[in-house]
């Protein structure tokens, strides 16, 4: 039986950057749809996805990124489900495939992505944490047991790391040589990226405990 792969990604505010990732994921014949979740989005996030083949399902409000993950796979018909960043940098056809072999050969049930050779400072914090990760390909299947997902924020990739070890799964860790991310400075600028960054880890550490 072939597997069915749907790529999905959540982005609010993404428009500078998710087309090139969008684009690699067409030329994944792996992949048999790309949804990308419009997070209650400012700018032109949804039009740019259109433009560049994906499903768009736009959220009126902002979610959240646990929030705008659950909807993408709600409405996702794969059997094997492939979450990406919208604002990843460097990455290729190649790299996704590695995300997704060992699940669609059976080897195992889910993979993560760790960055390593991008820049320092996502290297680093990868190095540190690997479940932080929001690159992961799993069954669909397994996402039935995942509780409150969308109340994580963005500490929903520490969420998944507990829930799939107390199902005894631990991912195969992919090495994704050279990529990395925009990071929210860059984005934002200097004040307000500081800012959003802290909220994040903010939102991070109020998982850790749970772990």
Known sequence: MTNRVSAIIPAYNEAPNIASVLRVLRDVPEIHEIIVVDDGSTDNTAEMARQNGAIV??????????????AGAAIACGDVVLFLD????GLTVTHVKELLIPVLTGSSDATVGIFEGGR???DWAQALAPFL???R???????VGFEHIDMAGYGVELQLHRQLKRMGIS???V???D???VVKEEKLGLVKGFSARMRMYWEIIREIPRV
């Open 57 to 70: 399902l736009s959220l009126p409000e902002n979610q959240g990124k646990g929030g705008a993950m659950k």
């Open 86 to 89: 919208a604002d990843l940098v």
């Open 120 to 122: 320092a400072s996502t």
């Open 133 to 135: 990760s929001g690159q």
């Open 137 to 143: 390909a799993l069954r669909r299947q397994l996402l």
């Open 171 to 173: 991912p195969h860790e």
């Open 175 to 177: 090495v994704l040589r």
């Open 179 to 181: 990529v990395t991310q």
